[in-house]
Structure formats: C-alpha cells, structure tokens
C-alpha cells in the first residue's frame, strides 16, 4: 500500500537555527498536507499543496512540494522555541484517505 | 465555528467495562474520522464516516463501534477492551463535498486520553 516516509525522526536545533523535515512517498500524491502538533496537544493543519513543483511560505515556515508530486519538504527560518512540536506530512492519492508520515519532533534549545 | 470537540478529556477504564466516546462539530462537514495515537507515533485511521454512513473501517476490532447518529455527531463505543488499546483518541472531520476528496483539510480536536487497566 501507499507509504509516506518521514525523515528525520528527531531534530535538536538551537535557537535561531534553521530546521528542515522531509517526506518522501512511494507512489505520486495528488495532494500533501502538513500538520503541527504540540507537546500535549492535537494535530493542527497547517497547509496544503497540490501542484507539480509548488512552494508556498507562511511567515518563516516554506513548504515545497517536488515536480513528481512524491516529496515534499517543510523548512523553518530562524526557529523560535515556538516552534516545538512534531511536525507530520501526510499525503493522499484520489479519493484514499490520508497516509500520515512518521513525523519529525522538533525541540528548540533556547 | 472551526472547533472540534471532544468527550471526555480523560477516560480510564477496566477491561469488562463499557464507555462510549463522543465527537462533536457544527461546521457542517460531512466527513468524520476516528484515529487512534499511541505516544510518538502518528495518527492511525481508525474509522471514517461520510454523510453519516460507515465508508471505511481500517480492520478495526470490533471491541471498537462507531456511531453516527447525525452530521454533527460521532461516538466510538467501546468494550472489553486491553490495555494495549491504551492511547489517544482523535476525532475529525472534513467537508467532503467530494466524497472523501483526499484534498478536504482534516479538523481534529483535542483527543480523549484512554488508558486501559
């Protein structure tokens, strides 16, 4: 069946750094979504992409998604200790539900 | 309204007993989807309801019953169930205009944390 590999599984990053997650998928998308969750927390959309080749930005955070439609990258400027969480893609093909990734769980080392 | 809810926050229980956990929304979406979360991993689908019909059971064991008495509506029902099924539950829902359109953004709510003795 359809799998959506996540990659890295843990990132410690300093303050100020800046902090890549990747997601790789074995078959085409039609869609990728990104959600955050927090310590404690619940699942929070955060985007959608659907186009070959898209790259959309929301304040430090850019998202891209790959001209196979098979990955697709979330990358955070500057990070803040806001930031924390564990960031999930999750990609789907036609009418299938979701496929999460295994997420990556970001700490910022104030 | 682009909330969630979820009943109750907390739930623990024995392995004979029966307790029912509820999802609520008003923003008219017509998809609603149980998962299940097990500490550091990713949600796992459980359930998905479109317009108010059982479309998808991921070979759930059936200790686990959905309902969904109408659009606004979820429960899962549960009994005998082991303390393996420990984990938080996650309800959400799409708009599904599309049927289960794989492009709907899912809305989840807070989750009931089950622990099982």
């Known amino acids: 069946g359809q799998q959506v590999m996540q990659i890295p599984q843990y990132q410690h990053v300093q303050e100020g750094e800046d902090f890549t997650t990747y997601c790789n998928s074995s078959?085409?998308?039609?869609?990728i979504q990104w959600y955050k969750q927090r310590p404690g927390g619940h699942p929070v959309f955060l985007i959608q992409?659907?186009?070959?080749?898209e790259v959309k930005k929301q304040k430090r955070l850019t998202f891209q998604f790959g001209e196979a439609k098979k990955n697709s990258s979330l990358h955070i400027t500057a990070t803040q200790t806001t930031d924390v969480g564990t960031y999930f893609c999750?990609?789907?093909?036609?009418?299938?539900?979701?496929?999460f990734g295994k997420g990556t769980r970001l700490s910022v080392i104030a | 309204d682009t909330e969630v809810t979820q009943t109750p926050k907390h739930l623990v229980m024995g392995m004979t007993n029966k307790k029912s956990l509820k999802c609520e929304q008003h923003?008219?979406?017509?998809?609603m989807y149980w998962y299940k979360q097990k500490a550091k991993k990713p949600p796992e689908l459980m359930f998905v309801?479109?317009?108010?019909?059982?479309?998808i059971n991921e070979s759930v064991p059936s200790r686990f019953s959905p309902e969904c008495p109408n659009s606004s509506l979820l429960n899962l029902h549960l009994h005998a169930l082991q303390p393996e099924d420990s984990a938080l539950y996650l309800c959400?829902?799409?708009?599904?205009?599309?049927?289960?359109?794989?492009?709907?953004?899912?809305?989840f709510g807070p989750g009931t944390r089950l622990t099982v003795l």
């Open positions: 959400a829902s799409s708009q599904d205009e599309a049927r289960l359109a794989s492009t709907d953004t899912q809305y």
């Open positions: 078959t085409t998308l039609s869609n």
């Open positions: 992409l659907v186009k070959s080749g």
């Open positions: 999750a990609g789907a093909r036609g009418n299938t539900p979701l496929v």
């Open positions: 923003m008219g979406h017509r998809a």
């Open positions: 309801y479109s317009y108010e019909k059982l479309s």
